[in-house]
């Protein structure tokens, strides 16, 4: 019998040459795709190349365009001609793609890091490069959200402020919504001053979610974010995390690592 916690399970794989993180068991068993993708691409030739799919890195819209259409190609999603994404402002502001949208461009100008959506193949992305990337679903409801949270969204509560709107719009119960937090800076790395941890543990208290090494400072938006959804009754067996740091690993976007660079994607589809 299969545990809660393994039907997130996001498995590290190359859909038909695309590195991606992918939850089969909620595809296969729910129709339900959760999809995390990395900084690299493979071109027809097998080289790689990078994968960035944000139209505001200063990358032509061409082939941004070109790297989502791939990743709709890649996961086999014939229907399906777009991926949809809003423009990210680090608040708290929730879009919800309903059937009374018009949606002429994947490209949606209204500011929001977060969508979500019951509509079936209406595929949902946040981006980012060392942000937290958090997939959202309600498995009875067929409800998805796509989270886009650094440290501005983690302390505005944001996830915590998706759980309680699926509650309320769409009647969605916490035993039924399941999490996984794709890769993002890790506490190993995200190095923050004074200031900035003054405002969590003022908000927050004090807890295992800060380090000190060297005098320097170290804070885990993960665990943060994970306090606020327990706080929101999500159990910890229906949160899943790839574990991964985007400034460790060069398979990822990292905008401390590198200030000039792509994004990677959180994407969500109910099929």
Not at 133 to 147: E, Q
Not at 211 to 233: F, H, T
């Amino acid at each position: 019998m299969i545990g809660k916690f393994e039907m997130i399970d996001m498995e590290n794989i190359s859909a038909h040459n695309l590195p991606v993180y992918l939850s089969n068991y909620l595809k296969n068993n729910h129709g339900i795709i959760f999809c995390f993708t990395t900084s690299k691409g493979v071109q027809d030739n097998g080289e790689s190349d990078p994968f960035n799919i944000d139209y505001h890195t200063g990358e032509s819209e061409e082939n941004v365009r070109k790297n989502r259409e791939t990743i709709l190609k890649k996961l086999e999603l014939k229907k399906n001609r777009k991926i949809y994404s809003a423009k990210q402002v680090h608040g708290t502001n929730i879009l919800n793609i309903n059937k009374n949208m018009k949606l002429e461009s994947d490209n949606i100008m209204e500011e929001a890091d977060c969508l979500i959506t019951d509509l079936k193949n209406i595929p949902i992305m946040v981006m980012g490069a060392d942000c937290n990337l958090i997939l959202m679903t309600d498995i009875d409801n067929k409800v998805i959200a796509a989270v886009h949270a650094g440290w501005r969204g983690t302390l505005k509560e944001l996830p915590a402020k998706v759980i309680s709107y699926m509650k309320i719009n769409f009647g969605s119960k916490s035993k039924d919504i399941f999490i996984a937090f794709g890769p993002s800076i890790r506490k190993c790395c995200y190095k923050i001053d004074s200031n900035i941890l003054k405002k969590f543990t003022d908000k927050f208290g004090l807890g295992s979610f800060f380090a000190r090494k060297n005098n320097d400072i170290y804070l885990d938006l993960v665990d943060l974010n994970r306090i606020q959804l327990g706080k929101s009754g999500i159990s910890e067996e229906n949160i899943y995390d790839c574990g991964k740091c985007t400034y460790c690993n060069e398979n990822f976007f990292s905008y401390r690592r590198n200030k000039e660079t792509g994004r990677q994607a959180g994407i969500a589809i109910i099929r």
